[in-house]
């Protein structure tokens, strides 16, 4: 079974994405990419199978009577041959999953460099998302997790910046944005020649109460399994002068805020 889904791929993807002079390291598509794929491929083969028979039919509506049952046959081979690679994979990944089927889950965040947001790279064309189809961003500061994660990395912080053309990593960050690559090292310095140093804080809430945590190693954390924010995840990742604690905030959780919804503790 996995030979057949994987079949090929190896060969078809790029391993290195080049962004400028700078190059950063592009993920070979995960199983569910692959599978996802296929099967978009055998359903379009499917639909060109039937358009032809469908032709074919027509074509020979006047012939014998065994001309029209192989025909019909075919029909049934191509539907019941596409049903089955869909409902197998589904199933297969399903089998495959950390988290037993599929997910639903959120998680906003805010890039800061010495004071200034900094916004990703806006998505193009009509998909209107930056990643992939499970783990992306729709240009609103939310990391989308819809469908099935087959490691419990695939839901890391880090990761999403992988498959954005980025990277996060505990004492550094490149950013993919509109106008190229933003990277930000522990131990350059802002504008003013302040030394500075990348840092990661976590918004969590429980119940009526939030707090803020600042993370130790950022590069493995896992965003929380919720899909509405609050209480789902607002990150912060900043490049500032070393702090203990944030006062920046996740707009959904400052609405949460002004609503008397949560309130931090």
Request: charged content about 20%.
């Amino acid at each position: 079974m996995d030979d057949l889904l994987y079949s090929g791929y190896m060969g078809i993807f790029p391993e290195v994405l080049a962004h400028g002079v700078e190059e950063v390291e592009q993920l070979v598509p995960a199983l569910d990419q692959v599978i996802r794929s296929n099967s978009v491929k055998f359903t379009v083969l499917a639909l060109g199978a039937f358009l032809i028979l469908t032709i074919l039919s027509i074509l020979l509506k006047s012939k014998t009577e065994r001309i029209k049952y192989a025909l019909y046959i075919l029909f049934v081979v191509v539907a019941l041959s596409n049903t089955i690679y869909l409902a197998g994979s589904t199933i297969y990944l399903n089998q495959q999953s950390t988290t037993g089927g599929p997910i639903h889950y959120h998680a906003d965040f805010e890039i800061w460099n010495c004071g200034v947001k900094v916004e990703i790279a806006d998505p193009e064309g009509l998909s209107n998302k930056v990643g992939t189809e499970v783990i992306h961003e729709h240009n609103d500061d939310r990391i989308h997790i819809e469908g099935v994660l087959l490691d419990s990395h695939d839901a890391a912080v880090s990761h999403f910046f992988e498959l954005i053309g980025g990277e996060l990593h505990n004492d550094h960050i490149s950013i993919p944005t509109d106008n190229g690559i933003v990277s930000l090292q522990t131990g350059q310095t802002c504008s003013d020649r302040t030394a500075a140093a990348l840092q990661v804080f976590v918004f969590k809430s429980q119940g009526k109460t939030f707090s803020q945590t600042k993370l130790i190693d950022p590069e493995s954390y896992i965003i929380s399994p919720h899909s509405n924010v609050p209480p789902g995840d607002c990150i912060i990742i900043e490049f500032a002068p070393f702090k203990e604690k944030t006062d920046k905030l996740c707009n959904f959780y400052k609405v949460a805020v002004q609503k008397g919804e949560i309130y931090e503790r």
